[in-house]
């Protein structure tokens, strides 16, 4: 019977993407293999504890909500997760991934919804980011730049205009909570009238940057 490493499972309000304001069931996986400067889940770093995937299930069941997150972490880092995302389709669960654009996503089932976290040079993990992930974006994945500055939104201003990425799924920009300004990110998206959604942690606004499990 597979396992998975896992740090928390909880039911809240998805905070992010297109789905932002939906009831979900985050599955936050244990470990993660880079380091970003604005990580907001640093005790999700740690190894986690082993969980059967019949065991995350059932406990993904005892909330009755029908979309599902993992999340780490970086839950690609498990071997089992692609299974699990498979089986949780199965069930009839939407089923949503965020990953740091590192990991190759190809493993998993084209129905899962992606959403992609493109590194900026702020977060500085920009030499992990796997570039032909971009290529293997199915129908309904998402992409995401978390930005620190006015340097990180010029630079990812520039990915997505010249990499069409509007063309090729929903966009995010989404400044770390607390570093940068979102009236200056709205101020630079309108004046520069890019094809990108403002992405604010909806969760933190409700119940405080420090709340977790929520």
């Not at 789905?19 to 069931?25: I, Q, R």
């Not at 309108?190 to 405080?208: C, E, F, P, T």
């Amino acid at each position: 019977m597979s396992n998975i490493a896992i740090h928390e499972i909880y039911c809240s309000l998805q905070g992010e993407s297109t789905y932002a304001g939906w009831p979900c069931v985050f599955v936050r996986t244990g470990g993660c293999d880079i380091r970003c400067t604005y990580c907001d889940e640093p005790a999700a770093l740690a190894a986690g504890s082993p969980m059967s995937l019949d065991d995350v299930i059932a406990r993904v069941r005892e909330f009755g909500a029908p979309l599902v997150e993992l999340t780490g972490g970086e839950p690609l880092l498990q071997p089992a997760a692609p299974e699990l995302a498979r089986r949780l389709l199965e069930l009839g669960y939407e089923v949503l991934i965020e990953t740091g654009g590192h990991r190759d996503i190809s493993v998993l089932d084209p129905r899962v919804r992606v959403i992609l976290d493109v590194k900026t040079p702020g977060s500085r993990m920009l030499k992990q980011n796997d570039w032909a992930n971009l290529e293997r974006l199915q129908p309904g994945a998402e992409i995401k730049f978390v930005l620190c500055d006015e340097a990180d939104y010029v630079w990812a201003r520039e990915q997505v205009r010249e990499r069409g990425l509007e063309q090729r799924a929903p966009v995010h920009f989404s400044p770390v909570h607390g570093r940068l300004d979102p009236k200056d990110l709205a101020a630079w998206i309108l004046r520069d009238r890019l094809k990108v959604r403002m992405n604010l942690q909806l969760h933190k606004y409700i119940w405080g940057a420090e709340a977790k499990s929520v």
